[in-house]
Protein backbone atom coordinates (compact mmCIF):
# COMPACT_ATOMS: atom_id res chain seq x y z
CA UNK A 1 0.00 0.00 0.00
CA UNK A 2 2.96 2.30 0.99
CA UNK A 3 4.63 1.22 -2.48
CA UNK A 4 1.56 2.35 -4.60
CA UNK A 5 1.10 5.76 -2.63
CA UNK A 6 4.78 6.24 -3.56
CA UNK A 7 3.76 5.65 -7.29
CA UNK A 8 0.69 8.04 -7.35
CA UNK A 9 3.00 10.63 -5.58
CA UNK A 10 5.79 10.25 -8.27
CA UNK A 11 3.03 10.22 -11.32
CA UNK A 12 1.29 13.29 -9.36
CA UNK A 13 4.76 15.17 -9.54
CA UNK A 14 5.50 13.52 -13.57
CA UNK A 15 2.46 15.13 -14.29
CA UNK A 16 2.59 18.80 -12.68
CA UNK A 17 6.36 18.61 -14.07
CA UNK A 18 5.03 18.36 -17.68
CA UNK A 19 2.08 20.44 -17.14
CA UNK A 20 4.97 23.63 -15.70
CA UNK A 21 7.20 22.43 -18.92
CA UNK A 22 4.25 22.79 -20.97
CA UNK A 23 3.34 26.11 -19.40
CA UNK A 24 6.59 27.59 -20.02
CA UNK A 25 6.78 26.89 -23.36
CA UNK A 26 6.24 30.30 -25.70
CA UNK A 27 2.72 31.51 -26.91
CA UNK A 28 3.54 31.83 -30.33
CA UNK A 29 5.59 29.31 -33.45
CA UNK A 30 7.19 30.17 -36.64
CA UNK A 31 7.84 28.03 -39.28
CA UNK A 32 9.87 28.85 -42.23
CA UNK A 33 10.80 26.84 -45.06
CA UNK A 34 12.54 28.46 -49.10
CA UNK A 35 13.05 26.03 -51.97
CA UNK A 36 13.82 27.40 -55.55
CA UNK A 37 11.39 26.12 -57.81
CA UNK A 38 12.29 25.43 -61.21
CA UNK A 39 9.86 27.44 -63.12
CA UNK A 40 8.62 30.88 -63.88
CA UNK A 41 7.62 33.70 -61.18
CA UNK A 42 4.02 33.93 -62.62
CA UNK A 43 3.41 30.26 -63.21
CA UNK A 44 4.62 29.06 -59.41
CA UNK A 45 2.26 32.28 -58.52
CA UNK A 46 -0.33 30.86 -60.78
CA UNK A 47 -0.74 27.49 -59.15
CA UNK A 48 -0.12 28.61 -55.51
CA UNK A 49 -2.90 31.39 -55.49
CA UNK A 50 -5.24 28.73 -56.53
CA UNK A 51 -6.87 26.07 -53.95
CA UNK A 52 -7.76 23.69 -56.34
CA UNK A 53 -4.04 22.83 -57.11
CA UNK A 54 -3.11 22.63 -53.90
CA UNK A 55 -4.33 18.47 -53.33
CA UNK A 56 -1.90 17.72 -56.07
CA UNK A 57 1.36 18.74 -54.35
CA UNK A 58 -0.07 18.76 -50.49
CA UNK A 59 2.04 16.60 -48.49
CA UNK A 60 -0.52 16.09 -46.33
CA UNK A 61 -2.82 14.74 -49.15
CA UNK A 62 0.05 12.48 -50.01
CA UNK A 63 0.61 10.67 -46.17
CA UNK A 64 -3.41 10.62 -46.11
CA UNK A 65 -5.07 9.73 -49.07
CA UNK A 66 -8.35 9.17 -47.28
CA UNK A 67 -8.49 13.29 -46.57
CA UNK A 68 -11.66 14.99 -47.64
CA UNK A 69 -10.89 18.24 -49.75
CA UNK A 70 -13.97 20.28 -50.03
CA UNK A 71 -13.32 23.38 -52.64
CA UNK A 72 -15.70 26.51 -52.43
CA UNK A 73 -16.99 28.14 -55.36
CA UNK A 74 -13.98 30.69 -55.23
CA UNK A 75 -10.62 29.12 -54.57
CA UNK A 76 -8.58 31.77 -56.46
CA UNK A 77 -7.41 34.73 -55.48
CA UNK A 78 -8.61 36.67 -52.36
CA UNK A 79 -11.63 35.17 -50.99
CA UNK A 80 -10.72 32.08 -52.06
CA UNK A 81 -11.09 29.03 -49.43
CA UNK A 82 -11.21 25.47 -49.43
CA UNK A 83 -11.46 22.99 -46.34
CA UNK A 84 -10.41 19.31 -45.32
CA UNK A 85 -11.17 16.67 -43.18
CA UNK A 86 -9.41 13.53 -41.78
CA UNK A 87 -9.33 11.68 -38.51
CA UNK A 88 -7.49 14.54 -36.40
CA UNK A 89 -10.12 16.99 -37.20
CA UNK A 90 -11.49 19.86 -39.43
CA UNK A 91 -9.85 22.99 -41.02
CA UNK A 92 -10.44 25.36 -43.60
CA UNK A 93 -7.66 27.74 -45.43
CA UNK A 94 -8.40 31.59 -46.67
CA UNK A 95 -7.05 33.52 -49.22
CA UNK A 96 -6.90 37.32 -47.39
CA UNK A 97 -4.59 39.70 -49.55
CA UNK A 98 -2.07 39.00 -52.47
CA UNK A 99 0.40 41.20 -54.22
CA UNK A 100 0.21 39.28 -57.12
CA UNK A 101 3.33 37.49 -58.39
CA UNK A 102 4.87 38.51 -55.39
CA UNK A 103 3.13 37.76 -52.50
CA UNK A 104 0.39 35.99 -50.31
CA UNK A 105 -1.41 36.03 -47.11
CA UNK A 106 -3.37 33.43 -46.12
CA UNK A 107 -5.44 32.33 -42.68
CA UNK A 108 -5.74 28.34 -41.73
CA UNK A 109 -8.65 27.74 -39.16
CA UNK A 110 -7.69 24.18 -37.30
CA UNK A 111 -10.52 22.75 -35.41
CA UNK A 112 -10.70 24.81 -32.05
CA UNK A 113 -7.21 25.56 -32.46
CA UNK A 114 -6.62 29.40 -32.73
CA UNK A 115 -5.84 30.93 -36.72
CA UNK A 116 -2.75 30.57 -38.55
CA UNK A 117 -1.02 33.25 -40.38
CA UNK A 118 0.27 31.59 -43.59
CA UNK A 119 2.63 34.18 -46.13
CA UNK A 120 3.97 33.12 -49.64
CA UNK A 121 6.97 34.70 -51.23
CA UNK A 122 7.87 34.50 -54.75
CA UNK A 123 11.29 35.92 -55.63
CA UNK A 124 12.60 35.45 -59.21
CA UNK A 125 16.14 34.12 -60.00
CA UNK A 126 18.44 35.27 -63.19
CA UNK A 127 17.95 31.96 -64.37
CA UNK A 128 13.95 32.00 -64.61
CA UNK A 129 13.69 30.04 -61.38
CA UNK A 130 11.79 31.13 -58.60
CA UNK A 131 12.75 31.58 -54.78
CA UNK A 132 9.80 30.29 -53.17
CA UNK A 133 9.60 30.84 -49.24
CA UNK A 134 6.27 29.34 -47.57
CA UNK A 135 5.83 30.54 -43.83
CA UNK A 136 3.32 29.79 -41.15
CA UNK A 137 2.76 30.94 -37.86
CA UNK A 138 0.57 32.11 -34.80
CA UNK A 139 0.88 33.64 -31.44
CA UNK A 140 -1.40 34.05 -28.18
CA UNK A 141 -1.59 30.10 -28.04
CA UNK A 142 -3.57 28.82 -25.50
CA UNK A 143 -2.53 25.86 -23.01
CA UNK A 144 -4.66 22.77 -24.65
CA UNK A 145 -3.29 23.96 -28.21
CA UNK A 146 0.72 23.58 -26.51
CA UNK A 147 -0.09 20.35 -25.24
CA UNK A 148 -0.92 19.35 -28.63
CA UNK A 149 1.75 20.61 -30.15
CA UNK A 150 4.13 19.45 -27.16
CA UNK A 151 3.02 16.20 -27.24
CA UNK A 152 3.63 15.70 -31.25
CA UNK A 153 7.05 16.90 -30.36
CA UNK A 154 6.78 20.61 -31.66
CA UNK A 155 5.46 22.67 -34.14
CA UNK A 156 8.96 22.55 -36.48
CA UNK A 157 8.71 19.26 -36.33
CA UNK A 158 5.22 18.56 -37.40
CA UNK A 159 5.01 21.68 -40.25
CA UNK A 160 8.97 21.59 -41.71
CA UNK A 161 9.08 18.14 -43.24
CA UNK A 162 5.52 18.78 -44.96
CA UNK A 163 6.23 22.33 -46.41
CA UNK A 164 9.79 20.55 -47.37
CA UNK A 165 7.57 17.83 -49.01
CA UNK A 166 5.19 19.68 -50.74
CA UNK A 167 7.42 22.50 -52.81
CA UNK A 168 9.48 19.47 -53.99
CA UNK A 169 6.06 18.10 -55.10
CA UNK A 170 5.42 21.66 -56.71
CA UNK A 171 8.79 21.76 -58.30
CA UNK A 172 8.15 18.30 -60.11
CA UNK A 173 4.70 18.98 -61.01
CA UNK A 174 5.00 22.14 -62.50
CA UNK A 175 8.38 20.99 -64.42
CA UNK A 176 6.18 18.24 -65.56
CA UNK A 177 3.00 20.42 -66.81
CA UNK A 178 5.57 22.85 -68.28
CA UNK A 179 6.64 19.84 -70.80
CA UNK A 180 3.54 19.29 -71.74
CA UNK A 181 2.61 19.86 -75.24
CA UNK A 182 0.47 18.79 -78.39
CA UNK A 183 0.78 18.70 -82.15
CA UNK A 184 -2.36 18.97 -84.36
CA UNK A 185 -2.69 18.54 -88.04
CA UNK A 186 -5.39 20.37 -89.57
CA UNK A 187 -4.74 19.35 -92.64
CA UNK A 188 -5.22 21.43 -96.08
CA UNK A 189 -6.19 24.82 -96.26
CA UNK A 190 -5.46 28.30 -97.75
CA UNK A 191 -3.01 30.64 -96.65
CA UNK A 192 -4.31 34.19 -97.12
CA UNK A 193 -0.77 36.16 -98.20
CA UNK A 194 0.31 39.64 -97.47
CA UNK A 195 2.51 41.88 -96.85
CA UNK A 196 5.32 41.96 -94.26
CA UNK A 197 9.01 43.65 -93.74
CA UNK A 198 11.59 41.27 -93.47
CA UNK A 199 15.37 40.77 -92.65
CA UNK A 200 17.22 37.51 -94.13
CA UNK A 201 20.34 36.04 -92.89
CA UNK A 202 21.96 32.73 -93.62
CA UNK A 203 24.07 30.09 -90.56
CA UNK A 204 24.82 26.89 -89.02
CA UNK A 205 21.97 25.39 -87.64
CA UNK A 206 23.57 25.57 -84.32
CA UNK A 207 23.26 28.85 -84.38
CA UNK A 208 19.82 29.65 -85.92
CA UNK A 209 17.99 30.13 -82.55
CA UNK A 210 20.51 32.68 -81.68
CA UNK A 211 20.58 34.74 -85.01
CA UNK A 212 16.56 34.29 -84.85
CA UNK A 213 16.41 35.59 -81.61
CA UNK A 214 18.89 38.34 -82.70
CA UNK A 215 16.98 39.54 -85.94
CA UNK A 216 12.99 39.52 -85.05
CA UNK A 217 12.82 41.62 -82.66
CA UNK A 218 15.12 44.38 -84.91
CA UNK A 219 12.08 43.78 -87.33
CA UNK A 220 9.45 44.45 -84.56
CA UNK A 221 11.32 47.32 -83.48
CA UNK A 222 11.60 48.67 -87.22
CA UNK A 223 7.48 48.87 -87.13
CA UNK A 224 6.99 49.88 -84.16
CA UNK A 225 9.56 53.12 -84.76
CA UNK A 226 7.79 53.90 -87.39
CA UNK A 227 4.35 53.50 -86.70
CA UNK A 228 3.96 50.58 -89.14
CA UNK A 229 0.58 48.54 -88.25
CA UNK A 230 1.10 45.11 -87.78
CA UNK A 231 -1.54 42.75 -89.18
CA UNK A 232 -0.45 39.74 -87.43
CA UNK A 233 1.88 37.75 -85.22
CA UNK A 234 6.02 37.41 -86.16
CA UNK A 235 6.65 34.28 -88.31
CA UNK A 236 9.73 32.82 -89.72
CA UNK A 237 10.21 31.85 -93.30
CA UNK A 238 12.60 29.10 -94.49
CA UNK A 239 13.89 29.35 -97.08
CA UNK A 240 16.99 26.43 -97.15
CA UNK A 241 17.17 23.62 -94.44
CA UNK A 242 19.97 21.33 -94.60
CA UNK A 243 20.88 20.03 -92.11
CA UNK A 244 24.41 17.87 -93.95
CA UNK A 245 25.78 20.85 -94.43
CA UNK A 246 24.76 22.48 -90.75
CA UNK A 247 22.98 25.24 -92.89
CA UNK A 248 20.07 27.37 -92.53
CA UNK A 249 18.64 30.35 -94.39
CA UNK A 250 15.37 31.98 -93.10
CA UNK A 251 13.82 35.26 -92.93
CA UNK A 252 11.87 36.80 -89.97
CA UNK A 253 8.97 38.86 -90.79
CA UNK A 254 6.15 40.94 -89.31
CA UNK A 255 3.02 41.01 -91.04
CA UNK A 256 2.36 44.23 -92.42
CA UNK A 257 -1.59 46.05 -93.17
CA UNK A 258 -0.03 47.49 -96.29
CA UNK A 259 3.07 47.68 -98.58
CA UNK A 260 5.82 49.57 -96.96
CA UNK A 261 8.65 51.37 -98.63
CA UNK A 262 11.23 51.16 -95.54
CA UNK A 263 14.36 53.15 -95.11
CA UNK A 264 17.13 50.75 -94.27
CA UNK A 265 18.54 48.35 -96.24
CA UNK A 266 18.44 45.51 -93.91
CA UNK A 267 14.50 45.54 -93.16
CA UNK A 268 13.00 44.58 -96.51
CA UNK A 269 9.06 44.22 -97.45
CA UNK A 270 8.05 41.39 -98.99
CA UNK A 271 4.70 40.04 -100.21
CA UNK A 272 3.10 36.43 -100.11
CA UNK A 273 0.35 35.16 -102.21
CA UNK A 274 -2.45 33.39 -101.21
CA UNK A 275 -1.29 29.30 -101.43
CA UNK A 276 -3.09 26.37 -100.53
CA UNK A 277 -0.79 24.98 -97.88
CA UNK A 278 -1.14 22.34 -95.23
CA UNK A 279 -1.43 23.86 -91.73
CA UNK A 280 -0.27 22.19 -88.32
CA UNK A 281 -0.54 23.53 -84.57
CA UNK A 282 1.68 23.20 -82.04
CA UNK A 283 0.94 23.98 -78.66
CA UNK A 284 3.98 23.67 -76.49
CA UNK A 285 7.65 24.56 -76.12
CA UNK A 286 9.34 25.43 -79.37
CA UNK A 287 12.14 22.43 -78.66
CA UNK A 288 8.85 20.41 -79.57
CA UNK A 289 8.76 22.22 -83.09
CA UNK A 290 11.09 19.32 -84.72
CA UNK A 291 8.74 16.49 -83.90
CA UNK A 292 5.54 18.71 -85.17
CA UNK A 293 7.70 19.66 -88.85
CA UNK A 294 8.60 16.24 -89.02
CA UNK A 295 4.49 15.06 -88.68
CA UNK A 296 3.75 17.73 -90.67
CA UNK A 297 5.77 16.01 -94.12
CA UNK A 298 5.03 12.69 -92.87
CA UNK A 299 0.72 13.95 -93.42
CA UNK A 300 2.16 15.18 -96.93
CA UNK A 301 3.96 11.85 -97.75
CA UNK A 302 1.01 9.36 -96.53
CA UNK A 303 -1.85 11.61 -98.08
CA UNK A 304 0.13 11.80 -101.99
CA UNK A 305 0.35 15.65 -101.56
CA UNK A 306 3.32 17.36 -103.31
CA UNK A 307 5.38 20.06 -102.05
CA UNK A 308 5.40 23.58 -103.91
CA UNK A 309 9.08 23.61 -105.06
CA UNK A 310 9.46 27.27 -104.22
CA UNK A 311 6.76 27.68 -101.93
CA UNK A 312 6.89 29.14 -98.68
CA UNK A 313 7.33 27.09 -95.14
CA UNK A 314 6.65 29.34 -92.40
CA UNK A 315 6.58 29.05 -88.59
CA UNK A 316 4.38 31.72 -86.79
CA UNK A 317 4.54 32.41 -83.38
CA UNK A 318 1.15 33.23 -81.95
CA UNK A 319 2.41 33.20 -78.54
CA UNK A 320 4.82 36.21 -76.87
CA UNK A 321 6.86 34.02 -74.24
CA UNK A 322 7.84 37.61 -72.31
CA UNK A 323 4.09 38.00 -71.58
CA UNK A 324 2.98 34.07 -71.17
CA UNK A 325 6.08 32.81 -69.48
CA UNK A 326 4.92 28.67 -69.29
CA UNK A 327 6.13 27.18 -72.45
CA UNK A 328 3.15 24.65 -72.29
CA UNK A 329 0.49 27.42 -73.12
CA UNK A 330 3.03 29.00 -76.68
CA UNK A 331 1.15 28.06 -79.85
CA UNK A 332 3.46 28.29 -82.81
CA UNK A 333 1.49 27.04 -86.75
CA UNK A 334 2.91 25.92 -89.22
CA UNK A 335 2.73 26.32 -92.83
CA UNK A 336 4.32 24.15 -95.85
CA UNK A 337 2.72 25.06 -99.59
CA UNK A 338 1.50 22.48 -101.59
CA UNK A 339 0.22 22.30 -105.27
Not at 161 to 190: C, W
Request: proline share 5%.
Amino acid sequence: MKALKYILFLILILVIGLAIYIAVQPNSFDVTRTRTINAPQSVVYNNVIDFKNWESWSSWVEAKPETKITLSDKTEGIGGSYSWEDEDGVGIMNTIDTSPMHTISQDMQFGDFPKSDITWNFKPNNDGSTEVTWNISGKDLPFDFKIFSTLMGGMEKQIGPHFERGLEKLDSILIADMKKYSVNIEGVTQHGGGFYLYNTTSCKMSNFKEKMQEMLPKVGAYAIANNISMAGKPFVIYHKWDPENDAVMFSCCVPTTSKVITTEADIITGQLDPFKTVKTVLKGDYENLQEAWDKTMAYIETNNLVQTETGPMIESYLTDPISQPNPAEWITEIFIAIK
